[in-house]
């Protein structure tokens, strides 16, 4: 079988680059269910008398599941996946029982709720061989080595997937020539940064970071959240701020493996704070999510299968979405947050009171937490009536149910007004900014937790100009 040419550095990440490009070009990915690839994973779970058949594609960072046969899955995150073996291998992967692989450190894989003692994978490949996806048969007892027949009719299925891979890139290829000519368009390209590739080689060499901000219970300052927001830790350039290079990701499309690494990051952390102090656990870490993560159907899979690698409780997870990535779509929004919410994670809308098509389906969105957007806290002080739109929102959100948490505290008077209104939490420059994991751990071994009163810094702090 022939072996992958070993790849490192820059050359590694521009080979991931074409691999997915190649992809993103057949239009596979976030596609509805069509038959003909349903009847390739049945026709490999009859013929294999498999459990679970699935027929996978793999951007940057999650293994997406275009059909399966069993185990109803969408999505699984990509790190330690077969997919990976697959690579490195060039070509098929079969092991006929985990206990005895030293990969898996003698554990039985875990494919969402069922545990697989064996599997067996096929590459699917575009026209130019790169290895764009596979089709993998699990069972849930060892089985022996494959024969050769067995796995030759493995590869012949995949390579019929291949096939209806190649039909739709070609067609989406000839229709995107014929709107070339109906309606010719002239460019020109000028340099910006950061490029596809910079963020792409940040990603590789694990430039990306993550700070966190403390969520206080206003009456107590005790810190009961932390939202996680990404920073991104450039060689030459420092610390670079996400308005600088979110839009970018936005852009080309690297928003979802970035976006993908911070979950599985915030998770991490998470069970590390969690060791560090069994007995109270790590607060709730709450995790930004893109309109473009938001929109993935296969979303609460994901989520799911990185808590159980982690081993983090849902209930120490939040997802915050903005206003504006449940507008397009509120139906499907609907659904996508009723199995996040199954899953026991807390859910956040971010930035609330900067949109107006959520309000009029609030009240069906099972949402734990509004957060009143910065711009309404910053000006509560200046009047009446930008005081009394932060006392509507901590009204609406007690009759609904839900916590309100204000953004963007930076002075005494916002605390104490928002206080007197009954909102319950906040964050803000006034009980700290976004610090490092570390930092967060120091915070995190002050007594009940709670942070010095910001009120006697600011007198103390008098006291000594005066």
């Known amino acids: ?64 599941i275009k059909s399966y046969w069993g185990e109803a899955v969408r999505e699984l995150p990509r790190k330690d996946s077969i997919f990976d073996m697959m690579l490195a291998e060039n070509g098929s992967v079969v092991v006929p029982d985990l206990t005895e692989r030293p990969k898996f450190d003698g554990q039985r894989l875990m494919i969402r709720r069922l545990e697989v003692a064996s599997f067996a994978a096929a590459p699917v490949r575009c026209a ?8 993998v048969i699990f069972t849930c007892e060892p089985r022996g080595v494959m024969a050769a027949d067995q796995l030759h009719m493995l590869e012949s299925l995949a390579d019929i997937a291949a096939s209806q891979l190649e039909l739709r890139r070609l067609r989406k290829a000839f229709h995107k020539r014929r709107v070339r000519r109906s309606h010719p368009i002239s460019h020109s390209v000028t340099e910006i940064w950061p490029r596809r590739s910079d963020l792409r080689q ?61 979950l599985s990051e915030a998770c991490n952390q998470i069970q590390q704070w969690c060791s560090e102090d069994p007995e109270r656990g790590a607060p709730r870490v709450c995790v930004n999510l893109s309109a473009r993560q938001f929109a993935r159907e296969g979303l609460a899979d994901h989520v799911e299968a990185l808590l159980r690698q982690s081993g983090v409780s849902s209930r120490s997870l939040g997802l915050e979405m903005t206003e504006s990535s449940l507008i397009p779509d509120p139906r499907t929004a609907l ?96 009980f700290s900014k976004p610090v490092p994991a570390e930092t967060i751990s120091r915070m995190l071994r002050l007594p009940g937790r709670i942070l010095p009163d910001p009120e006697a810094k600011i007198d103390g702090s008098n006291q000594k100009n005066s």
């Open 1 to 64: 079988m022939p072996q992958v040419e070993l790849l490192t550095g820059e050359n590694k990440w521009q080979n991931e680059d074409a691999r997915v490009a190649a992809l993103v070009a057949t239009g596979i990915l976030d596609t509805p269910p069509e038959p003909s690839y349903d009847a390739i994973t049945r026709l490999a779970a009859e013929y294999f008398k498999a459990d679970t058949v699935l027929l996978c594609f793999v951007d940057q960072s999650r293994v997406w």
């Open 128 to 135: 130019d061989g790169k290895i764009l996806g596979e089709l």
């Open 202 to 262: 940040a990603l590789e060499e694990h430039q990306f970071v993550l700070y966190y901000q403390p969520e206080v219970e206003l009456a107590t300052r005790r810190v009961v959240g932390l939202e996680a927001l990404i920073r991104w830790q450039h060689p030459e350039r420092g610390l670079i701020p996400p308005m600088d290079f979110i839009p970018a990701a936005e852009e080309t499309g690297l928003i979802l493996p970035i976006g993908d690494w911070g």
């Open 335 to 430: 659904e996508v947050l009723s199995s996040l919410r199954r899953l026991g994670i807390s859910l956040l809308l971010d930035d609330f009171g900067t949109g107006y098509s959520s309000l009029n389906h609030l009240h069906s969105l099972p949402f734990d937490v509004l957060k009143i957007d910065r711009s309404f806290v910053m000006r509560m002080t200046e009047g009446e009536q930008p005081l009394q739109i932060v006392r509507t929102i901590v009204e609406l959100a007690r009759v609904l149910g839900m916590e309100v948490l204000a953004e963007g505290i930076e002075t005494c008077d916002q605390y104490n007004l928002l206080r007197q209104l009954g909102c319950r939490l906040g964050q803000g420059y006034l």
